[in-house]
């Protein structure tokens, strides 16, 4: 089972960017679809991205979409979250996801439920 660990994570002011991380270790990233969720307080765990293992395409909510930008460097078997334009919506801890199995599909809400492996978490918030 892959270990993942999220860094990155700080206090932004409205506007601005944040680069999020997510180093693994136990298993290559390379095999697993990646993604980026983010829960609130009080809210549900929220897919936001997807990175396919297969063909590297990618997935995100609309809320997101044009902001945010998932990557992933094999060689570091380092996933990222760009993040851009961010307001206080945005707000929320960020978790990593892995599955070596999964395929996300554009036209369907990525559901928590999928996904085998997870980091511990960090926190974004925007504010200023």
């Known amino acids: 089972q892959v270990q993942l660990v999220e860094s990155g994570g700080g206090l932004v002011q409205p506007g601005g960017s944040l680069r999020l991380s997510c180093a693994a270790s136990?298993?290559?990233?390379?095999?697993?679809?990646m993604a980026w969720f983010r829960q609130a307080p009080g809210k549900e765990r929220e897919g936001v991205s997807c990175?396919?293992?297969?063909?590297?395409?990618?997935y995100y909510i609309e809320s997101v979409e044009g902001r945010f930008t998932i990557s992933r460097d094999n060689a570091k078997n380092t996933v990222y979250l760009q993040m851009n334009i961010l307001t206080p919506e945005d707000t929320a801890v960020y978790f990593c996801?892995?599955?070596?199995?999964?395929?996300?599909?554009?036209?369907?809400?990525?559901?928590?439920?999928?996904?085998?492996?997870w980091g511990q978490g960090t926190q974004v918030t925007v504010s200023s």
């Open positions: 990175i396919n293992r297969s063909d590297g395409s990618t």
């Open positions: 136990g298993s290559t990233l390379e095999t697993h679809a």
């Open positions: 996801a892995a599955d070596p199995d999964l395929y996300c599909d554009s036209g369907q809400a990525l559901s928590a439920l999928d996904f085998h492996s």
